[in-house]
């Protein structure tokens, strides 16, 4: 058994190398991206429609990057803007039709990917796996 603080490490380092294993099995479309572009689109999908000072807000960028990387998610053709229902001053950002299609086909060939990855272990190390999850997701909280 490792030391504690050797554990922790080794820890930490699995988990950034599943995580990149993850991202490097995405359709090709998202590697494409800047870290805040695919920010942006994830946050929109998980989220819904928000201004760009939320969205800068919420990314812990500056508006004017926000702008820019809205600015050329929307020459994509991926997010919309439509005005705010309450302020006509402010508009809000959303993914487009084309833009919810792949953030679907990013998150399935990840899904399928982690899927694959799962079926080769045994039954008892899935079911440890899975228990571990809801660990990871206490610590994250």
Not at 25 to 40: G, I, M
Not at 68 to 80: K, R, T
């Amino acid at each position: 058994m490792k030391n504690g603080a050797a554990a922790i490490e080794e820890f930490a380092l699995s988990i950034g190398l599943l995580v990149r294993r993850i991202r490097t099995n995405a359709p090709r479309e998202l590697q494409e991206f800047s870290w805040t572009q695919k920010a942006v689109l994830t946050r929109l999908e998980k989220e819904g429609p928000a201004t760009t000072a939320d969205l800068a807000r919420a990314e812990s960028v500056t508006p004017q990057s926000m702008g820019i990387a809205v600015a050329s998610l929307e020459e994509m053709g991926l997010l919309e803007r439509k005005a705010h229902p309450t302020d006509g001053r402010q508009m809000l950002i959303g993914l487009s039709a084309k833009g919810a299609a792949m953030r679907k086909s990013i998150r399935d060939a990840k899904l399928l990917w982690l899927s694959q990855a799962i079926a080769r272990l045994d039954k008892q190390e899935q079911a440890t796996l899975f228990k571990t999850s809801q660990i990871i997701k206490r610590m994250a909280a």
